[in-house]
């Protein structure tokens, strides 16, 4: 299928490895010009390489913190206005209800909350000139189902998500659309030092943390990134213009919420 976005513009944070990276390559194989961004630069550089090379599009690299305001600057600054903006940070990490402090709630607002709506706010009056714009927010199955040992996540995806239910709706008849995409498991290094946490919590193996996690989802095994990327690239696409804030889950059936 043409997803009709070839020549877009598009910016995708965190996104040298993982969830973020996957969006960046389905959005580059759907023919998006890129603004790639993590803080580490060595991985950064080689996987816009990659797609430089397998997609033929332009990739602009900006290696900074994304959650904080002068990075954001720098990748605003970079992307110069996009058409399509896809929003991703590190997760916050797990813990008990009882180990949080004041500031560790500040830390996971800042990067899982704060920081995308200050993207959003900072792309959306373009879009809405332009008459057309995309946005998708990786959060989390969280959203839907709150995971105990990831209080933090849960809070600030949770304020994110109230945040994009109104906004999605305010700026939808200016053809912008503003989606979240929640993913369950999916292996990527964050899964992998999710199930570290289960390993050294339970004294089990890798192996056997990953075969019971797996027992939990409905598909019997972890997602991809790839075809993350790819429901990815679908929401952005001309199709999904009648899309307009919705929680889209992505999870092999993990969270059952069919009514
Ligand atoms: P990942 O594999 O650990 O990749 C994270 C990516 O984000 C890396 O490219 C990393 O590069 C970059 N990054 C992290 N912090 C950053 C920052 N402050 N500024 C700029 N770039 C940053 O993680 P993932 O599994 O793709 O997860 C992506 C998001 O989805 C996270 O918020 C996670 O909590 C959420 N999620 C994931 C799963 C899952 O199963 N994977 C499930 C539910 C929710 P650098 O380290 O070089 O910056």
Redesign the pocket.
């Known amino acids: 299928m043409d997803l009709g976005i070839t020549g877009k513009r598009a910016l995708v ?10 969006c960046a390559r389905a959005l580059a194989e759907a023919g998006c010009d890129l603004v790639m ?8 550089e080689a ?1 816009a390489g990659r797609i430089r090379e397998a997609f033929g599009v332009t990739v602009t690299t900006v ?6 305001a002068e ?1 954001q600057a720098q990748v605003l600054d970079a992307a110069e206005q996009p058409d399509i903006l896809v929003t ?5 990490p797990p813990g008990q209800w009882s180990d949080w402090e004041r500031e560790d709630f500040i830390a996971a607002l800042d ?2 909350m704060l ?1 995308p709506i200050a993207l959003m706010k900072a792309c959306l009056p373009a879009m809405m000139e332009r008459g057309w714009g995309r946005v998708v927010n ?5 959203v839907k189902s709150p995971i105990a040992v ?1 209080g933090l ?1 849960n809070s600030a995806r949770a304020g994110l998500t109230g945040y994009v239910a109104g906004t999605a709706r305010q700026v939808a008849g200016k053809g912008v659309t503003i989606n979240n995409l ?13 199930d570290r946490g289960v390993v050294d919590a339970k004294g089990i193996t890798m192996e056997q943390a990953r075969a019971e996690r797996q027992q939990t989802i409905p598909a019997g095994r ?2 991809s ?1 790839d075809e993350f990327g790819a429901t990815c690239a679908f929401l952005c696409s001309t199709h999904a213009g009648f899309i307009v804030g919705q929680n889209v889950l992505l999870d092999g059936g993990a969270v059952n919420l069919s009514m």
Request: glycine share 16%; proline share 5%; aromatic share 2%.
């Open positions: 944070t965190a996104s040298s490895k993982g969830l973020g990276l996957g961004n993590a803080r580490g630069a060595e991985a950064l996987e290696a900074c913190d994304v959650t904080t990075g991703n940070a590190g997760g916050p990067a899982n920081t990786i959060t989390s199955q969280s990831l996540s929640l993913p369950g498991i999916h292996d990527t290094d964050r899964a992998l030092s999710l972890y997602g990134p």
